[in-house]
């Protein structure tokens, strides 16, 4: 026998869906939904529909957009990409509010343990875009594991050979950790990437 009457049970379990929410944080928010006024709840579901009928991928770079071509599309400096896995990653690296080129979501990386090969992931859209904008630089920003590097090397093989300078995120010790807790593989990556001070 559930613990909850069948509209609330239902009501967890949907929350629960959602990745990082477990049992007690979906309870939490499904007495938040039946504490809270019919109007906000109408207006919490309202808001889940409309994101689901007005948001698309943009027909440029892949990112989430309310219109056919993303505002940062639509602004900025089209000849510097900034590759990523996945629309969230563009998030993170607009914090760093330097960057004025595009991005170009891939929808992943080459994972033969997946089945997914470059066929299954958006580089050829890539390679379309590279051509049709005279890109001079191709950023490499996908995840520093072996199926990030994996990617991004294959990538940069295919656009060498259009006179396209590839590059790759440096990566290394991140500020405030310590080096006794650093491993081999990122204390090699800091170290081939340092810079002159």
Known sequence: ????????ERLIEYFRSLPGVGKKTAQRYA??????????????????????????????????????????????NQKLICVVQEPKDIISMEKVKSFDGVYHVLFGCINPLENKGPNDIRIKELL?????????????ATNP?????????YVAKLLKPMGVKVTRLAQGISIGSDIEFADEVTLEKALKSRQEI
Not at 43 to 68: H, P, T
Not at 145 to 153: F, I, L, Q, S
């Open 128 to 140: 379309a875009r590279v051509q049709k904008n005279g890109v001079q630089e191709v950023i490499m």
């Open 1 to 8: 026998m559930s613990e909850f009457e069948e509209p609330i």
């Open 145 to 153: 594991d072996v199926e990030g590097e994996a990617t991004a090397m």
């Open 31 to 76: 007495f938040h939904i039946i504490e809270n006024s019919k109007e906000k709840a109408e207006n919490f579901a309202k808001a889940i529909v409309d994101v689901k009928e007005k948001v698309r991928l943009c027909k440029e770079c892949g990112n989430y957009s309310a219109s056919e071509i993303c505002p940062i599309c639509q602004r900025r």
